[in-house]
């Protein structure tokens, strides 16, 4: 059985996805995964809207100008949003859940990537929330964070090799620069 290590070596965007449904069985597991993220208090502030209607994908990626095209390729899209009323931490346990999927997808075998929504623009300068918003009626006190998109991956990705990892980046007992 593959390790959470393994798992996390082998974990890439996938932005390629076969034209295949992923099964019930699948979904449910990858939803379970969103639903299980801790978030600070416990507050679980976030929502979860599951697309797998063609025509709304086309329509969502339409969403943003740039790093869209997972959006209208992928066989599932999971909205990640969340009201800031109850929490000031909406944007951390939102980004906890969407890493969490896109783990749970990638160890189901499938493919998975998560398209930033928040701060994001249409072509003619369109906040990217608004469109999702509107298109799939989500309340407009909930931020929309991202949209991880999911499918059986067309496209091969070699996992990380663990000896290019930027081990520069740790500092031990205080900060040291970098030469
Ligand atoms: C906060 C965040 C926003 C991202 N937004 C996009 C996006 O809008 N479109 C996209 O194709 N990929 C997006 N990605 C995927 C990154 O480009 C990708 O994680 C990064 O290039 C590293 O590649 P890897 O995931 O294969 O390790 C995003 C990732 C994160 C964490």
């Given at each position: 059985?593959?390790t959470?290590?393994?798992l996390?070596?082998?974990?890439?965007?996938?932005?390629?996805?076969e034209?295949k449904?992923?099964?019930a069985d699948?979904?449910?597991?990858?939803?379970?995964?969103?639903?299980l993220a801790?978030?600070?208090?416990?507050v679980?502030?976030?929502?979860f809207?599951?697309?797998d209607?063609k025509e709304?994908?086309?329509r969502l990626?339409?969403?943003?100008?740039?790093?869209n095209?997972p959006?209208?390729?992928c066989?599932?899209?999971?909205?990640?949003c969340?009201?800031?009323?109850?929490?000031d931490m909406?944007?951390e346990?939102?980004?906890?859940?969407a890493?969490?999927?896109?783990?749970?997808?990638?160890a189901?075998?499938?493919?998975a990537?998560w398209?930033?929504?928040?701060?994001?623009?249409?072509?003619?300068?369109?906040?990217?929330?608004d469109?999702?918003?509107?298109l799939?009626?989500?309340p407009?006190d909930y931020?929309?964070?991202?949209i991880?998109t999911i499918?059986?991956?067309?496209?091969?990705?070699r996992p990380v090799?663990p000896?290019k990892?930027?081990?520069e980046k740790?500092?031990?007992q205080?900060?040291t620069a970098e030469?």
């Amino acid at each position: 059985m593959e390790t959470l290590h393994e798992l996390l070596l082998r974990r890439h965007s996938i932005r390629r996805y076969e034209d295949k449904p992923i099964s019930a069985d699948d979904v449910t597991t990858i939803l379970q995964a969103a639903l299980l993220a801790p978030s600070s208090k416990s507050v679980r502030p976030w929502q979860f809207v599951v697309v797998d209607d063609k025509e709304v994908l086309a329509r969502l990626a339409e969403c943003k100008a740039n790093g869209n095209r997972p959006i209208a390729a992928c066989s599932l899209a999971v909205v990640v949003c969340a009201t800031p009323e109850k929490t000031d931490m909406h944007i951390e346990d939102m980004s906890i859940a969407a890493a969490y999927m896109q783990l749970q997808a990638t160890a189901l075998g499938l493919g998975a990537c998560w398209i930033q929504v928040r701060n994001r623009f249409t072509a003619d300068g369109q906040d990217a929330e608004d469109v999702v918003r509107e298109l799939l009626g989500i309340p407009h006190d909930y931020i929309v964070e991202c949209i991880v998109t999911i499918g059986h991956p067309n496209e091969e990705r070699r996992p990380v090799d663990p000896e290019k990892l930027l081990w520069e980046k740790v500092h031990l007992q205080k900060w040291t620069a970098e030469e």
